[in-house]
């Protein structure tokens, strides 16, 4: 009896601002496990998912237990009521039947947790090979139940908490955009060049040079495209575009 007021003074007096949960749940169930000469506890918040056992065995059949929703957790879970189980090897799910044949578990004594007859967790106590868990080592653990049941409670409102207090996270840009003014488009009409009408080809018609003027030759690049091309056609689309002159140089 010492050995469970010293557990429940020790979970009592724990803080539990910025404590890990599955630290906390492990802690607790070493103790209890080293309280009771037991093979392993393991502690599970169906609400949270948190599943942590007294070692690393523990915490596997814990985990399956949960992760399938069969079994002596989850039997206590749903129905409050404590669940005696004398050989684990028999029961499903099969992963967890599997792990006791393997484990050489033959029993458990499972409990659930509740705060204000709400069930907040379930405890599972694993037995050595030929002495399985009592009731009465349950009923021993009356006040520590409690005392574990409340942490986790605190555990539970603080992990609440804190997802309330979390700053929501930046809207994507095109959210952010859909809630500024969107400014009407402003349609502006660029005048373009006439088009002749008809669909026979404008010549341009060069004036003579008067006399004692030479022909003005034609810019480089105006050469280059004539090249390419008759010589009105290019003219034309240049002079229809705003291009470049054709200057004419008086003979020094």
Do not use: K
Request: aromatic share 2%; net charge negative.
């Amino acid at each position: 009896m010492p050995a469970f007021v010293e557990i429940e003074h020790a979970i009592a007096r724990r803080p539990v601002t910025g404590l890990d949960p599955l630290l906390f749940l492990g802690d607790a169930a070493e103790r209890i496990a080293g309280a009771l000469d037991a093979r392993g506890v393991v502690l599970v918040v169906p609400s949270s998912g948190w599943v942590r056992g007294s070692d690393d065995v523990a915490t596997l059949v814990g985990e399956v237990q949960h992760r399938d929703g069969h079994g002596p957790v989850s039997t206590a879970a749903r129905t409050g009521r404590p669940v005696l189980t004398h050989d684990l090897t028999r029961i499903g799910p099969p992963a967890l039947a599997a792990i006791a044949g393997e484990e050489g578990l033959a029993a458990a004594a499972t409990t659930a947790l509740a705060v204000d007859g709400r069930v907040v967790a379930v405890l599972q106590v694993l037995g050595h090979p030929g002495r399985p868990p009592a009731q009465s080592a349950l009923d021993a653990l009356g006040g520590v139940l409690e005392v574990v049941a409340a942490r986790i409670v605190d555990l539970l409102e603080l992990g609440r908490r804190r997802q309330a207090d979390e700053p929501a996270a930046a809207a994507p840009v095109e959210d952010r955009t859909r809630a500024l003014p969107v400014t009407p488009a402003v349609s502006v009409d660029i005048p373009r060049p006439a088009t002749p009408v008809g669909s026979e080809r404008l010549r341009v018609v060069r004036p003579e040079p008067e006399h004692g003027e030479e022909p003005a030759s034609e810019p480089r690049f105006v050469r280059e495209l004539l090249g390419a091309a008759e010589p009105e056609l290019v003219t034309e689309e240049l002079r229809a575009v705003g291009g470049v002159p054709l200057p004419r140089h008086r003979a020094r």
